[in-house]
């Protein structure tokens, strides 16, 4: 049985966090997106930081996203939480976790990875509409990405289309600068649709520093351009549940994670990918490491 056959998951709601009610797991569930205000409240001075640090110090799969003539500066970059302290103690301190797997009614929660997307002031650059789920080699029905802003958005909210994670068949992944396609056979996928002219249902929120979009990896999402005054600075981390299990793609994935060693059906090796919260002991466990090549 592939995560995809599997039952939709039940929610556990006598270990529900303060921050979750029962709307948000409906909304999760039905819409694949929701706002969870306040999330990262007492962590915004944390993740500045490290963001100030990514961006001094860029990892190695760090981009820039403008081509020549386009203004401002689109800057992206993941899987840093293991050498930037900060992004570490938010994953781990913070109640990400414990949201996700309300959420994702998920007993057990892994981190995957983290991301920092940052336009500068004047920045045209919309992030273009993808799923995240055709970039990465996992799949499953629980599985969260949180996207937190450290600064006031408005226009430059994340923008998620409602109910596209149920969609039949999955969008095709494109590199964000090049726009060519990721993998060579295209038959798999749908093409990448224009929401805004197709009328879509697209979900968007004013946000404060701190407050969080949860949205599913099989969502479709973007967002504009920054054409205000102020930095937009964000901040991700996806998380996968029980269901979640390593899969084969056509080609390098993204993140790749070279030398992981996994086979289709295997769940995510715990000494890369931690275990972050295990609900079957009624505890977090909070002693896994990731590998040194993760």
């Not at 860029?58 to 970059?77: C, I, M, Q, S, V």
């Not at 899987?79 to 009614?105: H, K, T, Y």
């Not at 937009?232 to 299990?245: I, K, P």
Request: aromatic share 10%; net charge negative.
């Amino acid at each position: 049985m592939t995560p995809a056959q599997m039952n939709t998951p039940t929610p556990h709601s006598s270990t529900r966090h303060p921050l979750v009610t029962q709307q948000h797991i409906d909304s999760y569930r039905a819409h694949g997106a929701v706002l969870v205000k306040g999330l990262f409240a007492d962590h915004v001075d944390d993740i500045a930081a490290g963001i100030a640090m990514n961006m001094q110090a860029p990892g190695p799969y760090a981009a820039e996203n403008l081509k020549p003539g386009e203004t401002g500066r689109f800057f992206d970059d993941y899987c840093n939480w293991q050498r930037i302290p900060q992004f570490e103690q938010v994953i781990r301190n913070s109640a990400v976790a414990e949201v996700g797997a309300d959420l994702m009614g998920s007993q057990t929660v892994q981190l995957f990875h983290d991301h920092v997307l940052v336009k500068e002031p004047g920045t045209s650059k919309a992030t273009p509409w993808h799923q995240d789920s055709p970039y990465y080699f996992v799949e499953g029905q629980q599985t969260v990405s949180f996207w937190c802003p450290v600064d006031p958005v408005d226009e430059a909210t994340l923008r998620c289309v409602a109910g596209s994670h149920r969609w039949a068949r999955p969008v095709l992944p494109t590199r964000w600068l090049s726009e060519d396609t990721f993998y060579a056979d295209e038959s798999e996928w749908m093409p990448v649709p224009d929401p805004d002219a197709e009328r879509m249902d697209v979900l968007e929120w004013p946000m404060a520093p701190g407050d969080a979009v949860a949205f599913d990896f099989r969502v479709l999402h973007g967002a504009r351009g920054n054409d205000s005054a102020i930095r937009r600075r964000a901040f991700s981390v996806r998380l996968v549940g029980d269901d979640a299990r390593y899969v084969t793609r056509p080609g390098r994935t993204s993140p790749p994670f070279p030398g992981h060693g996994m086979t289709a059906g295997d769940r995510l090796r715990a000494d890369w990918f931690p275990i972050l919260l295990d609900r079957r002991d009624d505890k977090s466990n909070k002693g896994s490491q990731a590998g040194s090549d993760a």
